[in-house]
């Protein structure tokens, strides 16, 4: 019995993970994203320059669910609209996507294919919660790059908002 043990701990180890849950934060700098809107620099300040935001992750081998998860403290007044809150399901067998928009408080469904992107998968490695994550580039237009690291030891291809078509699930994010 030791022997067998010994023998199946190395195919348990590295076995993908094909279902589960990720938290992802998402940390959003307003005064960047905002500019130089003259109107904006009296409301946002350095004491609530970021946003910082919570969102799920649900997965199985042919779909995926993404949602925000509450906040802890609530953000009072117009400030709580300058990130988005969506809910993205995607049936990955289907290669189809549900997105439920929250537009100032109002709730509206998009269905839509999942959008096939161009990613440029690079050398640069990085490690996220124990995983071991590989650096792909996805050049949006002209002036926007998006970065994703994503594992494949997490075998779907999926990401947070709907991100994907990786050869593993994309654990971190960013964009320029």
């Known amino acids: ?9 190395p195919m348990i180890v590295s076995a993908q993970m094909t279902s589960g849950r990720i938290v ?3 940390k959003t700098n307003l005064k960047k994203r905002m500019g130089d809107n003259p109107r904006m620099k009296n409301f946002i300040t350095e004491e ?23 906040d802890n403290e609530p953000v009072e007044g117009f400030l709580k609209y300058f990130t988005t809150r969506n809910t993205v399901y995607q049936d990955i067998s289907s290669q189809h996507k549900y997105i439920i928009m929250d537009l100032w408080g109002t709730e509206a469904i998009i269905s839509d294919s999942i959008d096939q992107r161009n990613w440029k998968v690079t050398d640069s490695k990085r490690n996220i919660s124990g995983y071991s994550c590989r650096k792909a580039i996805f050049q949006m237009n002209d ?11 997490v ?22």
Do not use: M
Request: glycine letters at 8%; one cysteine or more; hydrophobic letters at 45%.
């Open 24 to 26: 992802f934060e998402r």
């Open 1 to 9: 019995i030791s022997a067998l043990c010994i023998a199946l701990f």
């Open 143 to 153: 002036s926007t790059r998006i970065y994703a690291w994503f594992s494949i030891d």
């Open 48 to 70: 609530n320059k970021y946003r910082i935001e919570n969102f799920e992750l649900f997965f199985n081998d042919s779909t995926c669910l993404f949602r925000p998860l509450p």
């Open 155 to 176: 075998v779907p291809s999926i990401g947070p908002e709907g991100f994907g078509g990786l050869p593993g699930a994309i654990l971190g994010l960013a964009s320029e």
